[in-house]
């Protein structure tokens, strides 16, 4: 069974720090890309971040420097750590899953609210 939880959002005031985590089931962790994409209000889901299996990482552009992924191999766990936060950070973060390092994600979490407050 394929599962994956985020667990970590919460509200925040801007300039400060949250670290989003995502418990995948072992059997899509250990040979899947994991990464992150955001939904704000009114607006498309848009890419945050991947890691591959083996620890390569990709970010969107505007969030390069503020955000960092990580993964723990051991815990099915991969995380993301998002520093200087700015309302427009604001969003509903989904953790996903897939087989491909630049190919759609097959699996989805349920998402975790991050708001950040001016």
């Known amino acids: 069974q394929v599962q994956l939880v985020e667990s970590g959002g919460g509200l925040v005031q801007a300039g400060g720090s949250l670290r989003l985590s995502c418990a995948a089931s072992?059997?899509?962790?250990?040979?899947?890309?994991m990464g992150w994409y955001r939904q704000a209000p009114g607006k498309q889901r848009e890419f945050v971040a991947r890691?591959?299996?083996?620890?390569?990482?990709n970010y969107a552009d505007a969030l390069k420097g503020r955000f960092t992924i990580s993964r723990d191999n051991a815990k099915n766990t991969v995380y993301l750590q998002m520093n200087s936060l700015k309302p427009e950070d604001t969003a509903v973060y989904y953790c996903?899953?897939?087989?491909?390092?630049?190919?759609?994600?097959?699996?989805w979490g349920q998402g975790t609210q991050v708001t950040v407050s001016a």
């Open positions: 072992k059997n899509i962790f250990s040979t899947n890309v």
């Open positions: 890691i591959s299996s083996g620890g390569i990482t």
């Open positions: 996903n899953a897939g087989r491909l390092f630049y190919g759609p994600p097959d699996y």
